[in-house]
Nanobody, 122 residues
Framework: QLQLVESGGGLVQPGGSLRLSCAVFGFTLDYYAIGWFRQAPGKEREGVSCIGSNGGITNYADSEKGRFAISRDNAKNTVYLQMNSLKPEDTAVYYC???????????????WGQGTQVTVSS
C-alpha cells in the first residue's frame, strides 16, 4: 500500500527551526518525486520544494529560498524538509506528496500525506 507519513511539525518561535520528515511506504524514492506543499488558513495549497526521483531539487517559493532545504535518505526511504529562520507567515499545514515528476500543480499529485501542522508564534 502506497503511503506517505509526515512528522516533525509543532510550535516554534520566530527565528527557530524545524525538520519535517516524510516516510514513504510502498515504493522507493527512485520511482516517484516527493514534494512538500503547505496550506495556510484561507489560502490555496502551494508547492514549497521537491526532490525528483533522480535527486534533482526544485524550489517553488522564492521566499523560502535560502531558508528551507529538502533532502532525502534513500536507506530510510524518507524525505526531509529542514526549515530555518522561521517566520509567522510560514504557519501552515505542511504536506508531502508524490508524483511522477516534480510539480507544484496539486492536480498532478498522485499521493498525499495526511499533513503536519507548523505554527510559528511567540
Amino acid at each position: 500500500q502506497l503511503q506517505l507519513v509526515e512528522s516533525g511539525g509543532g510550535l516554534v518561535q520566530p527565528g527557530g527551526s524545524l525538520r519535517l520528515s516524510c516516510a514513504v511506504f510502498g515504493f522507493t524514492l527512485d520511482y516517484y518525486a516527493i514534494g512538500w506543499f503547505r496550506q495556510a488558513p484561507g489560502k490555496e495549497r502551494e508547492g514549497v520544494s521537491c526532490i525528483g526521483s533522480n535527486g534533482g531539487i526544485t524550489n517553488y517559493a522564492d521566499s523560502e529560498k535560502g531558508r528551507f532545504a529538502i533532502s532525502r535518505d534513500n536507506a530510510k526511504n524518507t524525505v526531509y524538509l529542514q526549515m530555518n529562520s522561521l517566520k509567522p507567515e510560514d504557519t501552515a499545514v505542511y504536506y508531502c506528496a508524490a508524483a511522477r515528476y516534480c510539480t507544484n500543480y496539486t492536480r498532478a499529485i498522485n499521493y498525499w500525506g495526511q499533513g503536519t501542522q507548523v505554527t510559528v508564534s511567540s
